[in-house]
């Protein structure tokens, strides 16, 4: 039985700023000196990069270990944040292919995190912009969700997708699966629009809805150094939010 909390920051639209979420919020963590391990499950690989490791020079990815070539311990690293992660490369992109005949194909993941997620405090998965089986995975292995969007119409949509795609998993493979929130990201508080998308998504999905995170390019500038925000601009209010976020984290733990 894993006891330690295992977050899936999941939707299925791009550029809502889940690896973002999940490298800050990780940072924050270890931060505050909780052990933090972090999946890259896109093959995309952003977050991979995002930590500080080249994807292409991984030598073992999380790929193997959804493939059963070893366990997820020969393929975890160290991050110069503190947290540690198990990456990506693009080789992931087969990973839905190759597990599509496979007999319990959705547990996969939940299995291979069952050697290692007592290690840590916190396991956050970065999922796939997609409703695939990698998506599955992440939401079949962990113990809640986590739900960023951008706050504008095509994200509300992507949502109620989602909101679907969950029920459909605590109906099959994983029952107690939580909600822990919204979180708005690349928030503007000043356009109307989105004070009325959180607001609706508050009273038609009845979830909650976390502190946003403000529109920033100091977001788009840590990547490039293999950093999170909180390392190159520690004091910004972005960097904040995600310190308030991880400290949401523990104080319902």
């Known amino acids: 039985m894993v006891n330690s909390r295992i977050v899936a920051v999941a939707n299925q639209k791009g550029g809502v700023a889940k690896t973002t979420t999940v ?14 391990l972090l999946i890259d499950l896109d093959p995309q690989a952003c977050l991979t990069f995002a930590m500080g490791i080249e994807p292409d020079e991984v030598q073992f990815t999380v790929h193997d270990v959804l493939l059963g070539r070893l366990g997820p311990r020969m393929a975890i690293a160290a991050t110069p944040e503190g947290p540690d992660l198990l990456p990506a490369s693009i080789e992931l992109s087969g990973a839905e292919m ?3 005949n496979r007999t319990g194909r959705e547990y996969v993941l939940r299995e291979a995190l069952a050697e290692v997620a007592d ?14 089986v990698l998506t599955i995975n992440a939401l079949t292995a962990a113990t809640e969700v986590l739900i960023p969007m951008q706050a504008e119409t095509l994200s509300h949509r992507g949502v109620s997708q989602l909101l679907e795609t969950i029920d459909d998993v605590r109906r099959y493979t994983n029952r107690d699966l939580r909600i822990m929130g919204v979180l708005p990201t690349m928030f503007d508080a000043r356009t109307r629009l989105a004070r009325e998308v959180l607001a609706d998504i508050e009273t038609q999905y009845d979830l909650p809805v976390l502190p946003p995170v ?4 100091r977001f788009a500038e840590a990547p490039g150094a293999g950093r999170s925000v909180l390392s190159t ?6 960097a904040q939010t995600y310190r308030e976020l991880a400290a949401l984290m523990m104080e319902n733990r």
């Open 23 to 36: 490298a800050s919020t990780g940072a924050a963590l270890a931060e505050a000196g909780r052990k933090v």
């Open 233 to 238: 601009a520690r004091r910004s209010r972005g």
């Open 214 to 217: 403000s529109r920033s390019v």
């Open 119 to 132: 290690d840590y405090d916190v396991v956050l998965i970065d999922c796939s912009p997609s409703l695939g």
């Open 98 to 100: 190759q597990l599509a």
